[in-house]
Structures are given as structure tokens and as C-alpha cells.
């Protein structure tokens, strides 16, 4: 499979503190996404990094993207309780028409 | 009203019936999707639509079937419901022209359709 694989499985933090969330992938990419999940929701789309790109912000998420080392991370800092969601990094394949491939997710979980 | 609607949101029905989840879409988006959610598997792709004519298989096909009505309607078929295909199903779409994503696939997700065969 081409799925990405999310690490970790699950993370539980306070509020205010950073979360980070790891993704691997397998083969070359055109771009990498993060989606959210609220439970038992539809995903919205987060960000988007395109394989020629390193770093992009957008708020409070922070994404890199490695491909040498074929992972990304999305860093989300100053968490709140609304961050408590589900997170998936999904990856359109060189080659795969930009379908879109999801890892298997990381479960945040934010406390006050 | 939401940009992506999947009726029904929740279905329960018998191993062997025939069933048929619908999604309708006011973007304007040329490109359709259907995935399956299992815990701990997330989601996977089981058909996809570029556009009215042109309807391809994903990673998980086999039992289903699906229709692209118009540019705004895809719909998902059961022929025989067999209990592995209990899962939360996803309609999305997406415009590769879109703006600042253009050339990428961001896909807008419905709220999902709850299946349970018993």
C-alpha cells in the first residue's frame, strides 16, 4: 500500500502546549496535505505543501515536508480543546492522476 | 446548506439488500469521490469520478457500484450488503482549476454516511 502511516496513533496534551504529528509516506510525491477530523465528521482540509516546498505556516499549523526522508510534521502550537480532533496527512503519488492516498491518522487530544 | 450533502447520514439494513448512498454538490467541483472510513484503517478510496463520462475504480471496488448522475451527483450502490461493509462512507469533491490550489486535488468532504449490515 501507498497509504501514508501517521505517528503517533494518538497524543494527549494541555492546553497551550505544542502538538506535533508525524507522517510517512512511501513513494515521490506532487504535493502533501492535512486534513481534520472531528469525530465521526467530514475531514476539512487544512494545508497543503507542494513537493518543491519545505516549510508553510497558516495560523497556529506549521507543516515541513522532507522528501529525501519521504515525512512530513504539522506542528500545531498554543493548542486549545477545540484542537481535539483527529488529523490526516494524505498524499497525491507522481503518476497517480493527484488522487489523494490517507494515512491511518493521529488522535489529538487537547485537556484543559 | 452544506456544499457537500450525503443522504441518508445514517442507514441500517440486512445482509443482501441492495443499497444506495447519494451525495450532491453545490461547488461547481468537476471531480467526485466516494471513501470508505474503518477505525484504525482510515480512509480508502472505493471509486472516483473526473467527470460525467469518465468514472474510475480506487483501492476497493469490489461490491460496490456507482452512478454519476450530473457534474453535481454521485451516488454509491450496495448490490448485496454483506456485514465487512459496515464503515462510515464519505462523498468529496474537488477542482484541480481552483484557485491558489490549483494543479492539486483539496478535497471538500460531505458528513458522511453511516452504514451498519447486520
Known amino acids: 500500500s501507498q497509504q501514508g502511516e501517521e505517528d503517533p496513533q494518538a497524543l494527549s496534551i494541555q492546553e497551550g502546549e505544542n502538538a506535533t504529528m508525524n507522517c510517512s509516506y512511501k513513494?515521490?510525491?506532487?504535493?502533501l496535505q492535512w486534513y481534520r477530523q472531528n469525530s465521526g465528521r467530514g475531514l476539512v482540509h487544512l494545508i497543503l505543501?507542494?513537493?518543491?516546498?519545505r516549510e508553510k505556516h497558516s495560523g497556529r499549523l506549521r507543516v515541513t515536508l522532507d522528501t529525501s526522508k519521504k515525512s512530513s510534521s504539522l506542528l500545531i502550537t498554543a493548542s486549545r480543546a477545540a484542537d481535539t480532533a483527529s488529523y490526516f496527512c494524505?498524499?497525491?503519488?507522481?503518476?497517480?492522476?493527484?488522487?489523494?492516498?490517507f494515512g491511518t491518522g493521529t488522535q489529538l487530544k487537547v485537556e484543559l | 446548506d452544506a456544499d457537500v450533502t450525503q443522504t441518508p447520514r445514517n442507514r441500517i439494513t440486512k445482509t443482501g439488500k441492495r443499497i444506495m448512498l447519494e451525495c450532491s454538490q453545490t461547488?461547481?467541483?468537476?471531480?467526485m469521490y466516494w471513501y470508505r472510513q474503518d477505525p484504525g484503517l482510515g480512509l480508502r478510496l472505493i471509486y472516483y469520478?473526473?467527470?460525467?463520462?469518465?468514472?474510475n475504480k480506487g483501492e476497493i471496488s469490489d461490491g460496490y457500484s456507482v452512478s454519476r448522475q450530473a457534474q453535481a451527483k454521485f451516488s454509491l450502490s450496495l448490490e448485496s450488503a454483506i456485514p465487512n461493509q459496515t464503515a462510515l462512507y464519505f462523498c468529496?469533491?474537488?477542482?484541480?482549476?481552483?484557485?491558489?490550489?490549483?494543479?492539486?486535488?483539496?478535497?471538500?468532504f460531505g458528513a458522511g454516511s453511516r452504514l451498519t449490515v447486520l
Open positions: 468529496a469533491t474537488s477542482d484541480t482549476r481552483d484557485g491558489v490550489f490549483s494543479g492539486a486535488n483539496v478535497l471538500t
Open positions: 513513494t515521490s510525491i506532487n504535493n
Open positions: 505543501i507542494r513537493s518543491n516546498e
Open positions: 494524505a498524499t497525491a503519488f507522481t503518476g497517480g492522476g493527484n488522487k489523494l492516498t
Open positions: 461547488k461547481g467541483h468537476d471531480r
Open positions: 469520478s473526473f467527470d460525467v463520462k469518465d468514472i
